[in-house]
């Protein structure tokens, strides 16, 4: 999958990096769409982890979602990757955590880091 460097968002605390700069957006925590990452079909960019939400870079190491959150919730469609918080579904052993930041990454065929998304306010063990 590959993607565009735009995309919305809706989360306590989000962390975007481009080439261009850093943006911090900061939202209450709600129910709803939190991240939107929009792919495009004939692009030379690739999402970082593959799998991205369903799975994210945690201190560079590939993590399942599912492992680290009940509350996060990835899906798919044909051109949008979307991760959900649902904090209703945050486990009774889940604490709401800084860090470290889940990442997913926008990098060139060649590898060149074009954009990272951070979530830094989730639910985990």
Known sequence: MSCDLYATYKVDCL???TGVGEDTLT???LDGINSLV???VISPYVLDPPN???QVLVEGEVKNLSDISQSLVASHSNHFVTVRLYSSLAGPYETLRQTPPLECRCVTIKGIVLSTIQIENYYSK
């Open 52 to 54: 991205c939400f369903d």
């Open 27 to 29: 939202q209450q925590l």
């Open 38 to 40: 929009a792919p495009s």
């Open 15 to 17: 962390r975007m990096q």
